[in-house]
């Protein structure tokens, strides 16, 4: 949970979701070190903090596809 600020007033099962979303395994949360991830898994784990905040709108600069 270290690698989701929000992680707080989110429950399991939205994290779950979001990180489902994002092509993550929920077994990401108990990795200890992010910069351990490779590059793929650090952008999909910050697209996931992204939607864990539920925004109405989200620009990204790069397309979700060139994501592994």
Do not use: T, W
């Not at 784990?45 to 989200?58: H, I, V």
């Amino acid at each position: 949970r270290d690698n989701f600020p929000d992680a707080a007033a989110a429950n399991d099962l939205e994290l779950g979701r979001v990180l489902a979303q994002v092509g993550l395994s929920p077994s990401l949360l108990d990795h200890p070190d992010p910069h351990q991830l490779c590059v793929s898994e650090q952008k999909a784990l910050n697209l996931a903090r992204a939607l864990l905040r539920k925004p109405d709108l989200l620009l990204i600069d790069e397309p979700p596809p060139s994501l592994d």
